[in-house]
């Protein structure tokens, strides 16, 4: 079955610099790359996606790359602000079924 | 659109009682995703289901758990003779067409066993 791995599991920073996350997945069928934010105690909640037929995709200051060859890929979020700290999550899809996701990353925005 | 619908939000059993967890997918969502979250763990697959039809149980121990989703009212995942280690977070979500989209998860229902 498929297997995601996520980097760092831990992440702080000073407020205004970037952040990234980095994911890897096994399974060359995974074609759907979403990417969650989980707030303390709450649900998670999509932040953005991209698909295999597509390299990058960005939205405000939030961007996803990804790397099909490599199976790579990264959340970026430039201009951090301290409501950005949570608990993001990647996950790979694939057509057949479940999305599998990684063990999260927490991230720390320090003002 | 009330969004996916998670009841109760919090459910205390003692050991070896049954525990009934519903969830009510968004309207126009016809598969449901049940995963389990151990607290500052991640999302741990359970089950897939579409109307009257388990998809995929492979996240689903063998002995205890169950789930369905029925043609008419909402999925329920259900855990016989709960133990200690069932305590954690449950949570659904839905999407309209399989995992390449984006899902929509529920508020959860937090298991507490005593």
């Known amino acids: 079955g498929e297997n995601v791995e996520q980097h760092p599991s831990t992440l702080s920073v000073q407020e205004g610099d970037s952040a990234v996350i980095k994911c890897t997945y096994s399974?060359?069928?995974?074609?759907?790359f979403p990417w969650y934010k989980q707030e303390l105690g709450k649900r998670p909640q999509l932040i953005i996606d991209?698909?295999?037929?597509?390299g990058e995709k960005k939205d405000q200051r939030i961007a996803v790359t990804l790397n099909k060859t490599a199976k790579h890929f990264s959340l970026h979020i430039t201009e951090t602000q301290p409501e950005d700290s949570a608990v993001y999550f990647c996950?790979?899809?694939?057509?057949?079924?479940?999305?599998?996701f990684g063990d999260g990353t927490t991230l720390t925005v320090k003002p | 659109n009330a969004g996916v619908m998670q009841n109760p939000r919090h459910l205390v059993r003692r050991r070896g009682q049954e525990a009934r967890l519903r969830c009510s997918p968004m309207?126009?969502?016809?598969?449901v995703y049940w995963y389990r979250q151990l607290p500052e763990e991640g999302l741990k697959f359970m089950v897939y289901?579409?109307?009257?039809?388990?998809?995929?149980e492979s996240g689903m121990p063998k002995e205890r758990f169950s789930a369905e989703f029925p043609k008419e009212g909402p999925s329920i995942l259900r855990i016989q003779q709960v133990v200690r280690g069932d305590s954690a977070a449950y949570f659904c979500?839905?999407?309209?067409?399989?995992?390449?989209?984006?899902?929509?998860f529920g508020s959860g229902t937090r298991l507490t066993v005593v």
């Open positions: 289901l579409q109307k009257e039809n388990i998809i995929d």
């Open positions: 399974d060359s069928a995974s074609n759907y």
């Open positions: 991209i698909r295999s037929n597509v």
């Open positions: 996950a790979a899809g694939t057509n057949a079924g479940k999305s599998t």
């Open positions: 979500a839905s999407s309209p067409g399989g995992s390449n989209y984006g899902y929509t």
């Open positions: 309207k126009g969502h016809s598969h």
